[in-house]
């Protein structure tokens, strides 16, 4: 069936380094790989995303790389701060249009 | 800007209760989605639907069911509460395949 995993669960990162959260999927029809961040109390928001038809796409600080011939994307911030501190959810289209999302993983940066 | 809404930030029920979450969003979008949420596991998608009248299993309906009678408005009705529904109940809506609105989600404790 369709799956995401993602890895690892937890991750704790100084501030200013950087920290990559990876995510492989199951389903080869997979077209469109958004990630969430949600921080304590909050709903999930979109952060960046990324479509079948390019590799890599940057906004600022955040970065993801998809590799479609091995059915995995990554989540890469560079210069980490504080206000990074939540959990990521990667997700991967799935099918009639529903999102899989993987299980989750909280970063923490530490001042 | 998208406004997804869920009736109950909190929720405490007894078993064997009947259970109403509702959601509503005020974007017009067609496709809306109802989620749980637990530590390690993810997103899970219990039901969703394309239009007004329909709805489409996710990966976990057991025990749930929904209804939507207006193109902004999303219910799950859980018929018996158990203890194993104790959770947090996420609620979301989309235009197309893509991007998706969460609201802030309901903490059901059912005791």
């Known amino acids: 069936g369709e799956n995401v995993e993602q890895h690892p669960s937890t991750l704790s990162v100084q501030e200013g380094d950087s920290a990559v959260i990876k995510c492989t999927y199951s389903?080869?029809?997979?077209?469109?790989f958004p990630w969430y961040k949600q921080e304590l109390g909050k709903r999930p928001q979109l952060i960046i995303d990324?479509?079948?038809?390019?590799g890599e796409k940057k906004d600022q600080r955040i970065a993801v790389t998809l590799n479609k011939t091995a059915k995995h994307f990554s989540l890469h911030i560079t210069e980490t701060q504080p206000e990074d501190s939540a959990v990521y959810f990667c997700?991967?289209?799935?099918?009639?249009?529903?999102?899989?999302f993987g299980q989750g993983t909280e970063l923490s940066v530490k001042p | 800007d998208v406004k997804v809404t869920q009736s109950s930030r909190y929720l405490v029920k007894r078993t064997g209760e009947k259970v109403f979450l509702e959601c509503v969003q005020d974007?017009?979008?067609?496709?809306m989605f109802w989620y749980r949420q637990d530590p390690g596991l993810g997103l899970r998608l219990i039901y969703f639907?394309?239009?007004?009248?329909?709805?489409e299993k996710g990966d976990i309906p057991e025990g749930y069911s929904v209804s939507r009678e207006k193109k902004e408005r999303f219910s799950l009705i859980l018929e018996s509460a158990s203890t194993n529904q104790t959770s947090m109940y996420l609620c979301?809506?989309?235009?197309?395949?893509?991007?998706?609105?969460f609201g802030p989600g309901t903490r059901l404790t059912v005791t």
């Open positions: 979301a809506s989309s235009r197309d395949a893509y991007e998706q609105y």
């Open positions: 639907s394309y239009d007004v009248k329909m709805k």
């Open positions: 990324i479509r079948s038809n390019v």
């Open positions: 974007m017009d979008h067609e496709n």
């Open positions: 389903d080869s029809a997979s077209n469109y």
């Open positions: 997700a991967a289209s799935g099918s009639g249009g529903k999102l899989i």
